[in-house]
């Protein structure tokens, strides 16, 4: 059964950063999809970066190109999100998600009814 457990969140000012992590258990390839989602109040849920474990392929939303770094540290299981230059339009709830066992293709890793597993949220708030 995989897990997957987000924590980083929290209130900001707009210009300053934020690291989100995502532990991860349960995988049983070495080859997965994971990504980080979010949404925000009356929005749907966006794709903002993933991440294939196996070949570090990276995967980023226009809207934060330049901005968010994705990584991930296979030893540990924990994909990160660094953020910076946080803008109030990055408040939203942050989700991690996994497809064990694929790829991230490079229009498919936004598609989130192809994920399996989901987090269960961490809360970015960014005030100007």
């Known amino acids: 059964q995989v897990r997957l457990a987000e924590s980083g969140g929290g209130s900001v000012q707009a210009g300053e950063s934020l690291r989100l992590s995502c532990a991860a258990s349960g995988f049983i390839s070495a080859t997965n999809c994971m990504s980080w989602f979010r949404q925000a109040p009356g929005k749907g849920r966006e794709g903002v970066a993933g991440?294939?474990?196996?070949?570090?392929?990276?995967y980023l939303a226009d809207s934060v190109k330049g901005r968010f770094t994705i990584s991930r540290d296979n030893t540990k299981n924990i994909m990160y999100l660094q953020m910076n230059s946080l803008k109030p339009e990055d408040s939203a709830t942050y989700y991690c998600a996994a497809r064990p066992g694929a790829s991230c293709g490079s229009f498919e890793w936004t598609y989130h009814f192809l994920y399996g597993y989901w987090g269960q949220g961490t809360q970015v708030t960014v005030s100007s």
């Open positions: 991440i294939t474990t196996s070949s570090g392929n990276e």
